[in-house]
């Protein structure tokens, strides 16, 4: 080329042709084995502890509900209280380890473990294909089975895990067809057929999106408070379209967004959840002793605007009525205190964690006259101690850099979050912060994919990517971002190899008690 010549496009510049990674056996692997290794720390000694074998902290509430669904029909009455007081998803899935290895510890925890290790396998397949790196992936896996918080909750018959579970397989899934509808639109645009009309191509059926709908609903099904995913997934999809349209010079890309793409995004990520949650009912509808199963004609008028609706939905409606009306009265202001409760702005840093087991007496094995044993929630401080940076340099290349990656991950962190915080005087304890643990760790493994300084396959630049992560040969600088980043992962490991016996119960001295609890809010 001749010097002077101003280099120029004969077209509209189009996003790179990067559908997803491309290492399929090396991924796997990867995969494979760290998922192994989450197992492996999930179902140690996963039936220990209990209180004199029966369960532990709120596994009181649902492991004996899940019990009373293998017994009862798919029902759980929970006779103990006038009400249950979340869906039944969780309580079923729970049914399904008591199915398999009785009431016992390891039925109540069976599926929670399960869940906790497939949750791992997610994040990394997730982080994976965002970062077009397997070895950024493999970061996030390190990460999460490290993870306190999600290590204690995938061995405890609760419902955060599961939860956590649904809502990050629906973001995977988001993730998913982003790549999909891209590879779609670029088909049409290397067709020359992008210009057929102004809106921009149908992309026909979206099963990815579907699955997403779906796993919103089993989401939903085991707390309401899934649905404030819904809303921020059916918004990041649309922004995914948007971003599409844009990307590929569609002539009207907002009206595209609009004609295309809102109808089916409402019926996938809005309609399908509804649907499922009222699925996850089946046994509530068929059974003749639930719990206002016929609340219409005895504590509900059969009259009225809604007389139409039919009295099975009329009555789960009033059911979901004194659901709501139950966790709106258990506030601080009305006398409801938990020692262990803690308030949205202290979740991000871990500030105060949830004593779920503690023991004093009659316990040996720690060397001394006197020993102690406890399981506490807590995020890996080495992680969620740095949560306020990642979210910051994630918002500055979400608005600066318009890094997708950042920005997704900080709809699903914010939708897990920010809704909390316009009903602070609940009672609110740290494991709602469960579901918060996939997408905190998804941020810092993207920013130690730019700490690393990592090239996409085959030289081809990543969307967003800082221009120093694609210096060939390798630059200094990317040889100190790797020893920051071994340094990072190694210190990550270590501070959960600390936690080990206050995570697990393992029987300690009440000075090495004392020493694990590095604030005054763990105490």
């Known amino acids: 080329m001749e010097a002077g010549v101003a280099l120029s496009s004969p077209a509209p510049l189009r996003p790179s042709p990067d559908f997803g990674p491309t290492d399929w056996a090396r991924g796997w692997v990867v995969t494979l ?90 994040v990394i397949r997730i982080v994976r294909r965002m970062s077009r790196s397997t070895l950024i992936g493999a970061f996030a896996g390190i990460l999460l089975i490290a993870d306190g918080l999600t290590f204690v909750s995938s061995r405890l018959g609760m419902l955060d895990i599961f939860q956590a579970l649904f809502v990050t397989a629906a973001f995977g899934c988001l993730v998913v067809d982003r790549d999909e509808m891209r590879m779609r639109i670029a088909l049409v645009d290397a067709e020359g057929r992008l210009d057929d009309s102004p809106y921009g191509p149908r992309f026909g059926v979206r099963w990815w999106r579907f699955g997403a709908g779906l796993l919103l609903g089993l989401a939903c099904g085991t707390k309401w408070s899934g649905a404030y995913w819904i ?211 998804m941020g810092m493994a993207l920013v130690l994919g730019d700490i690393l300084g990592h090239a996409p396959p085959s030289g081809r630049k990543l969307t967003g990517a800082p221009d120093w992560q694609h210096l060939t040969p390798p630059s200094e600088r990317q040889g100190l971002g790797l020893l920051l980043v071994c340094v990072y992962l190694a210190l990550v490991i270590a501070n959960f190899i600390w936690l080990w016996p206050i995570l697990t119960a393992m029987p300690i001295t009440p000075g090495s008690w004392h020493d694990h609890l590095w604030l005054p809010s763990w105490k």
């Open 231 to 441: 809303v921020g997934f059916a918004a990041l999809s649309l922004a995914f379209d948007l971003a599409a349209r844009r990307g590929y010079r569609v002539q009207r890309p907002w009206q595209g967004v609009a004609i295309r793409d809102l109808g089916p995004t409402v019926y996938s990520l809005v309609v399908i959840p509804v649907l499922v949650y009222l699925a996850s009912y089946w046994a509530w509808f068929a059974g003749e002793t639930s719990y206002d199963r016929y609340a219409v004609g005895v504590r509900v008028g059969r009259g009225g605007f809604f007389s139409w609706v039919p009295d099975a939905l009329r009555s789960l409606w009033f059911y979901g009525g004194e659901v709501l009306t139950f966790h709106r009265e258990l506030t601080n202001s009305a006398g409801n205190h938990h020692p262990w409760e803690s308030k949205p702005w202290t979740w991000p840093m871990g500030l105060r964690p949830m004593l779920y087991y503690y023991a004093d007496n009659g316990v040996t094995g720690c060397g001394q006259a006197q020993c102690v044993k406890a399981v506490m929630a807590i995020g890996t401080p080495a992680i969620w101690w740095l949560a306020f940076p990642m979210l910051a340099w994630a918002m500055w290349r979400s608005i600066v850099r318009r890094d997708w990656r950042y920005a997704a991950v900080l709809v699903g962190y914010g939708a897990g979050i920010l809704p909390w915080f316009l009903e602070l005087d609940r009672q609110m304890y740290f494991f709602y912060a469960v579901p918060l643990a996939p997408f905190l760790v």
């Open 33 to 122: 084995f760290l998922t192994a290794v989450a197992a492996l720390t999930r179902f140690i000694m996963l039936g220990y502890p209990t209180d004199a074998k029966t369960p532990v902290f709120d596994e009181k509430h649902y492991a004996p509900q899940g019990w009373q669904v293998l017994q009862g029909g798919g029902i759980e009455d929970n006779p103990a209280y006038g009400l249950v007081v979340h869906p039944p998803v969780g309580k079923q899935m729970i049914a399904i380890g008591e199915a398999i290895f009785g009431y016992t510890g390891w039925g109540w925890r069976f599926t929670a473990a399960v869940s906790g290790t497939i949750l791992v396998l997610l």
